[in-house]
Nanobody
């Protein structure tokens, strides 16, 4: 059974930082691309950042220079370090594991991030 469990969300003031974690089980973690997506109320889900199995990263323009995605294959965990948070970063953040070559695409339940003073 595949599980992706996010943690680390919460309430933070503008300019603050949070680190999200996504712990994976039931998959060969190292061969999956890991992504973080977010969905704000009334908006479509959007890709925030992705890290491939070989460590290549890509970011949405809105978070470049502020967010950093990383992975620890020994711990089967992906991370999203979020700095200089803005109110517009408020959303539910979900973890995704994808192995396109075999058609596998898994999602976590999500963790709420609220940026407010």
């Amino acid at each position: 059974q595949v599980q992706l469990v996010e943690s680390g969300g919460g309430l933070v003031q503008p300019g603050g930082s949070l680190r999200l974690s996504c712990a994976a089980s039931g998959i060969i973690f190292r061969i999956y691309a890991m992504g973080w997506y977010r969905q704000a109320p009334g908006k479509q889900r959007e890709l925030v950042a992705v890290i491939t199995s070989d460590g290549t990263t890509n970011y949405a323009d809105s978070v470049k220079g502020r967010f950093t995605i990383s992975r620890d294959n020994a711990k089967n965990t992906a991370y999203l370090q979020m700095n200089s948070l803005k109110p517009e970063d408020t959303a539910v953040y979900c973890c995704n594991a994808k192995r396109a070559t075999i058609g596998n695409d898994f999602w976590g339940q999500g963790t709420q991030v609220t940026v407010s003073s």
